[in-house]
């Protein structure tokens, strides 16, 4: 869970920081920008994946939901340290709409495909609506930062 991204919060402050750089105009490194696959803008494309409440949660009993949310958890480990997966977190009290992913991939189809390797997925617990996204690179920095801030593992 080293580089698991599931701070929201953090990934808005980091889109902030993004967007105040309008205000506070830094050196261009070409070498950075480069690395992290950014635009001329600073940006670049992502697919973003909004989790919803399945149709399939009533089936399984509260253990059975439990091992469910185990292996959630654990394909969120695999796909953000295979770099797929940028950021990983819940809402507070969404109702329906239950987190959100972010996926450094170039297509909603590849976006899809990780998707389903979700066991929440597979039982029908979650639902996931993909949206082609276009944000700051710097969110590809959060793997590096994370693990330093994060002091209990899930």
């Known amino acids: 869970m ?18 105040g750089s309008f205000a506070q105009k830094a050196a261009y490194d070409s070498v950075l920008a480069a690395q992290l696959g950014a635009d001329e803008y ?10 919803l409440a399945g149709d399939r949660v009533q089936e399984y ?13 654990a394909n969120i480990t695999n796909l953000a340290d295979e770099g797929k997966l940028i950021v990983a977190g819940p809402f507070i009290n969404g109702g329906e709409k239950r987190g959100i992913f972010i996926f ?19 039982a029908g617990v979650l639902k996931m609506e993909l949206v082609e996204w276009y944000g700051s ?18």
Request: net charge positive.
């Open 2 to 19: 080293k580089k698991l991204v599931s701070i929201l919060s953090l990934a808005i402050l980091l889109m902030g920081f993004s967007v």
């Open 42 to 51: 600073g940006m670049k494309r992502y697919v973003m994946a909004f989790l």
């Open 61 to 73: 009993s509260t253990e059975e939901r439990a091992e469910i949310q185990k292996g959630h958890m």
């Open 104 to 122: 450094d991939v170039a297509t909603k189809e590849e976006a899809e495909a990780l998707t389903n390797t979700d066991p929440a997925i597979k």
């Open 137 to 154: 690179a710097a969110l590809m920095m959060l793997t590096d930062i994370y693990p330093k801030l994060q002091k209990k593992d899930f």
